[in-house]
Structure formats: C-alpha cells, structure tokens
C-alpha cells in the first residue's frame, strides 16, 4: 500500500485527475480500534484504463455514518458524490442530495474525525 496522505491531502488528491467519482466500492469494514469507531471503503477506480487502481479511504473517529443497500440494484457504483472537509471533520456521501454542503437527504455517507488513504 502507498500512503496518499492524511485528512485534506487525501481530498486534494483525489480531486484532481484520480477522481472517486464513478468508481465501484468493492468492500467496507466497520470496526473498533482502541474503542473507536473506523469504517474503511475499498475503491476500483474506473476511469483510469492504463492500470488497475484501487483506492482504500480509512475514516477515524467516526462520528455518524448511513449506508443502505436492496438486492434490487447493483453493489455500489459511485456515479456522484460529495467529498470535503468542513469544521475539520471530513465527509464523504456517495449518493449526495443535490445541494452543497452537508444535507439530512445525502445517503451512503460517512463522517469523521480523520482520514487516511491509499493506493493499493
């Protein structure tokens, strides 16, 4: 694995040429360590067609998150999202609600204290 960087590094990244957008998730893991609360997302970068990349984001200290899945549709395609820091919490939705900001109607999203990420 190869660090990208940490909290707004991480954004900066990843908002440029390697985008999360239109990527498919292929794993989450929810767990604690050292009682608090960490989600990882395992990412397939689409758009990048020269070479496999996969994108781990590790969200530390967690302080909501809301995901939801129906065997109806298929497992998970990011086709927009919300990615940003904001009063120093980072905050990723992967169905955003069409407004800026942060929104009560977003799904799929997660909020934290931290953020790590990587290529793998």
Known sequence: MELI????????????????????ISKFEIHLVEYVLEINIYFQLIRRTKADVNVLLIFKDVIEYGFYH???????????????????????????YHTEGISENDQDFVMSKGLEGYLI
Not at 5 to 24: C, F, M, P, Q
Not at 85 to 95: A, L, M, N, P
């Open 5 to 24: 960087g940490k909290d707004s590094e991480v954004i900066n990244y990843l908002s440029g040429n390697l985008s999360l957008r239109d990527a498919s």
């Open 70 to 96: 129906n065997s109806n549709y298929r497992f998970y395609d990011v086709e927009d999202l919300k990615f940003f820091e904001t009063e120093g919490k980072f905050y990723f939705s992967g169905d955003p």
